[in-house]
């Protein structure tokens, strides 16, 4: 599928890498969340719980962006929501990173290969300061022949598109596609689109993705508690040190429960769950909530 583009620095980020190859995860967690949940950055009100649900997979790329797209995707009523990593200048594009389709339809990939990134389409979406709105690609100018068979493909009939930006340097493309009619008209739409894009989807995947690219698994900084990893074994006696709180909690991620659903169960703020989350990590060496619900996965018994 080709290589994935580098993320242009944010200077912000180096304090985080203050060994080299290694890059302070919590410690770029904190900077986030103060950055996009204590301060009233994200416009788009809703997607502050988007912002703390993605911000406890930071050090997993793929989990980060599988949340962000099938939000996305759900919060627009669209059909396919499509991520890739790129830039303008690049010759080619490579979709479908992160792909979210509406499991109510039959809709196809946009994915299979990759697209001539010289297009008068991408560069659109490549160089617009705001979203691209294609309402009508069986008819827009701008399409070539060879495009359009594409889209016709993958059933495209209209689509929103936004370059991912940090500091004004594009990564990255993030597509909106309505396979099944074309796009409502409402202006509420295009407004959660660009805010979530601009607010969230953006700095947040930044930094993912920068992790993803500086460290190995073996590399990770989890500054706080120092977490001594446990195999299963030993993850047991890891559990006594758990408050009553934090086993039910633990029981639940087991389960597969996201982070919103735990504090709807638990009656608590998403702070409070994201907190407990990162007690609950550092107690049982587990370096990301992926690695959490695998190790939780290996007790007999646990998650009933």
Request: hydrophobic fraction near 40%; proline fraction near 5%; include cysteine.
């Amino acid at each position: 599928m080709g290589g994935v583009a580098e993320v242009p620095v944010n200077e912000d980020l180096k304090v985080y890498e203050d060994q080299p190859g290694f890059f302070d995860v919590l410690g770029a967690q904190r900077e986030l969340r103060s950055q996009l949940l204590d301060q009233p950055v994200v416009r788009h009100k809703p997607a502050r719980d988007l912002a703390a649900h993605m911000l406890l997979h930071l050090d997993d790329l793929h989990r980060c962006w599988s949340i962000g797209t099938m939000w996305l995707r759900s919060e627009l009523a669209c059909h396919r929501v499509d991520t890739g990593f790129g830039h303008a200048a690049a010759p080619e594009y490579h979709p479908s990173f992160s792909e979210a389709k509406n499991g109510d339809y039959d809709v196809p990939s946009f994915g299979c290969g990759a697209v001539d990134n010289r297009d008068p389409i991408m560069q659109a979406m490549w160089s617009g300061q705001r979203p691209v709105i294609f309402a009508d690609l069986k008819h827009d100018r701008r399409v070539t022949p060879k495009l359009r068979q594409r889209l016709s493909g993958a059933r495209t009939k209209s689509k929103f598109g936004a370059a991912l930006r940090v500091r004004g340097n594009s990564f990255g493309l993030i597509c909106a596609d309505w396979t099944e009619h074309e796009v409502p008209s409402e202006s509420g739409l295009f407004d959660c689109f660009e805010q979530t894009v601009t607010d969230v989807l953006s700095p947040i995947i930044a930094v993912a993705q920068r992790i993803s690219q500086t460290v190995g698994s073996e590399q990770v900084l989890t500054r706080g508690p120092k977490c001594v990893p446990h195999d299963g074994r030993h993850a047991i006696c890891a559990l006594d040190g758990l408050t009553i709180s934090e086993l039910e909690i633990a029981r639940l991620v087991a389960q597969g429960l996201s982070y919103k659903e735990i504090a709807r169960i638990r009656d608590r703020s998403l702070s409070t769950i994201d907190h407990q989350l990162r007690s609950i990590r550092a107690k049982l060496g587990a370096q990301s909530t992926a690695g959490l619900v695998s190790l939780l996965a290996g007790l007999d018994n646990f998650r009933h």
